[in-house]
């Protein structure tokens, strides 16, 4: 059995007690071990790029332990293509974040750096486990160090932001946690046998009363931690609070964790369940694309601009889920990579402001093309991914779930598309204000180009944006296969999509019409 998994996984948290051999005084040291150690674990999981085989749909470097036998319990890691992208990104922004990190943190500087590798083991837990027990494990240990990095390094209203943050993801943790339960009993009863093996658990039958629960408990664990509208209140104050590398590894990773959910357990598992959410869950995705673009478009706070964009950009991620069809959901998997890069760069762009200015505010620069020409220039591309520009990575994923959900449900797509114009209004907007114009604030005169370690930290997150959107095909293929296979599982033979929530009263309208008529020609015929 290959343990190549569980090697990356485990890797932070050897460093993290590497770290705690350090005093704490030496900060330096500690900067410079945290970065070594997240370096080589990228490094570590770099090789899954190649390794990994695409032509497969199986789970791969799968590794199946006993764990807890009595309950069927197992160590059950493995991973398909999904996961192995999410998996690289992870790997590639706690490094990021380390030097993003490099200035803004400077009290309790070894604490930090712990809690980021427990942290990022966390995440990756996530990613890889296959047994719904182990899931929850990860799941929660991932509340506590980001409780933490918000709570103690935020800013003023930290604790708020903190305490709101473990609250809205503990209790939809306690939800899924019944969810798991209820359905490990039920397969208890139906063969007799214990397990949380995912595999072993999508092959059981739930009837549909249970399953439809089942599914709504799962559902909302996840959407809170999307955040879908309308539990999206918390992401906000915890963007707004959180210190920079905080909100990187919340936009990058934290976020994808809740669309990584209905991919792999809540909409597998109980698919019929999932078909009948359909134009629900659905609508609302486009309710948050609207509602997350007009509230950005009045933010007078970059910051809090930038976290609004995440409930319109992930309500396109939803959309493409649930569309149901090949295109959607490959549209869907990409732009979760996307938004990871583009909003990533977008808070590491915030940071470097604040700690030039100490502000968010978006009156308090301008002009500033003219004092950091190249800085301007990586924040454009960065805006212009982030908008959907023909060329960049956002393009291609808007671009596959608008094609993907036009062919079930064109009307919502209609709406969803609108989004997209919105998006290129509050982001141009907002990156004009801060870029162009005349320097007419003295502080502004002064301030510094990027720094090299700057200048490193955006480089990598360009480079990408710009592969993506010039040439998607590798990361297509490597998830093509278990885009089919989730498709397969949900969709099933010879589904067709309910129709839009603007349709159903219409269409409910038009039957009773046609019944209407038909009653009367058989009262005329009727002698």
């Known amino acids: 059995m290959s343990a190549y998994l569980s090697a990356i996984l485990f890797f932070p948290i050897l460093g993290a007690l590497l770290l705690a051999g350090i005093p704490g005084a030496n900060r330096t040291a500690i900067r410079q071990a945290t970065l070594a150690i ?79 590798l427990v942290l990022t083991t966390g995440m990756l837990g996530v990613f890889f486990a296959l047994d719904l027990f182990v899931f929850y494990v990860f799941w929660e240990l991932m509340l506590v160090p980001m409780y933490f990095i918000i709570g103690v390094w935020g800013g003023e209203q930290r604790i708020y932001a903190a305490v709101k943050f473990f609250l809205y993801t503990f209790i939809g943790g306690l939800l899924m946690l019944v969810g798991i339960l209820a359905l490990y009993f039920q397969h208890e009863r139906a063969t007799g046998t214990f397990t949380t093996s995912l595999p072993d658990l999508l092959g059981a039958s739930v009837p549909g009363e249970l399953q439809l629960a089942l599914f709504l408990a799962f559902a909302i664990a996840f959407a809170i931690k999307v955040p879908m509208f309308p539990f999206h209140t918390w992401l906000p104050d915890a ?129 500033l093309s003219a004092v950091m020409p190249v800085f301007a220039v990586l924040f454009m591309i960065v805006t212009l991914s982030s908008i959907g520009l023909p060329g960049l990575n956002g393009f291609v994923g808007e671009f596959l779930i608008l094609v993907g959900m036009f062919q079930t449900h064109p009307w919502m797509t209609g709406v969803a598309t609108a989004g997209v114009i919105l998006a290129a209004y509050y982001m141009l907007r907002m990156f004009q204000r801060v870029m162009f114009g005349p320097v007419d604030r003295e502080a502004n005169k002064g301030l510094t180009d990027l720094s090299g370690r700057e200048i490193a930290i955006l480089l ?66 009727t002698p």
Request: proline share 6%.
């Open 38 to 116: 997240s370096t080589i674990h990228f490094l570590i999981a770099l090789p899954l790029w190649w390794l990994y085989d695409p032509t497969g749909a199986e789970y791969q470097f799968v590794e199946r332990v006993d764990w807890i036998p009595s309950l069927g319990v197992q160590y059950y890691l493995g991973v398909d293509g999904v996961s192995v992208l999410l998996t690289l990104l992870t790997a590639l922004l706690t490094p990021l974040a380390v030097l993003g990190s490099w200035r803004y943190i400077d009290r309790h500087v070894k604490e930090f750096h712990i809690l980021l």
């Open 239 to 367: 963007h707004v609070q959180a210190p920079t590398a905080g909100s990187v590894i919340l936009a990058g990773v934290l976020l994808k964790m809740g669309t990584f959910g209905f991919y792999r357990f809540a909409m597998p598992l109980f698919p019929e369940a999932a078909r009948d959410a359909l134009p629900w869950i659905a609508g609302l995705a486009v309710v948050g694309i609207i509602y997350g673009a007009m509230v950005a478009l009045v933010q007078p706070n970059v910051k809090k601009l930038v976290a609004y964009s995440s409930v319109s950009h992930l309500g396109f991620v939803m959309l493409g889920l649930f569309a149901l069809n090949a295109t959607g959901v490959q549209g869907s998997v990409i732009q979760m990579i996307n938004h990871g890069l583009s909003t990533g760069a977008l808070f590491f762009i915030c940071g470097m402001l604040y700690e030039r200015r100490h502000t968010y505010d978006i009156e308090d620069f301008g002009g």
């Open 460 to 525: 990598p997150l360009v480079a990408l944006i710009v592969w993506i959107g010039v040439y998607p095909a590798p990361f297509l293929a490597r998830t093509e296969p278990s885009v089919e296979r989730f498709v397969e599982r949900v969709a099933g033979e010879g589904f067709e999509a309910p129709p839009d929530l603007v349709e159903i009263a219409p269409a409910r309208g038009a039957e009773s019409e046609r019944e209407n008529e038909t009653r009367d020609g058989e009262e005329t015929e």
